[in-house]
């Protein structure tokens, strides 16, 4: 069985309230990282929304990123 949804008031999950990706959060830091600005990442990369189950990705979160990351002002390796 596959449950979908918001569990205590049965109602779809808003977009918004989605997790980013492992995979999309290690592209944005490799991104950054490559020394991208914040801006030309939403701008270039996730303007378009692709995938419509998918959170899409605002500048708030880019900015949380490359705190999480520690990634101002440094650059990094990211594992494969």
């Given at each position: 069985m596959?449950?979908?949804g918001?569990?205590?008031?049965?109602?779809d999950?808003e977009?918004?309230?989605?997790?980013?990706?492992?995979?999309?959060?290690?592209f944005?830091?490799?991104?950054?990282?490559?020394g991208?600005?914040?801006?030309?990442v939403?701008?270039?990369?996730?303007?378009?929304?692709?995938?419509?189950?998918?959170?899409?990705?605002?500048?708030?979160?880019?900015?949380?990123?490359?705190?999480?990351?520690?990634?101002?002002?440094?650059?990094?390796?990211?594992?494969?």
């Amino acid at each position: 069985m596959i449950v979908s949804g918001c569990l205590k008031h049965s109602h779809d999950l808003e977009r918004r309230n989605i997790r980013i990706s492992r995979k999309t959060k290690d592209f944005i830091a490799h991104l950054l990282s490559q020394g991208v600005e914040p801006k030309v990442v939403i701008e270039n990369y996730f303007a378009r929304d692709l995938d419509p189950k998918s959170k899409p990705v605002t500048y708030a979160d880019v900015l949380n990123i490359q705190k999480q990351y520690k990634l101002q002002g440094k650059k990094i390796s990211l594992p494969n």
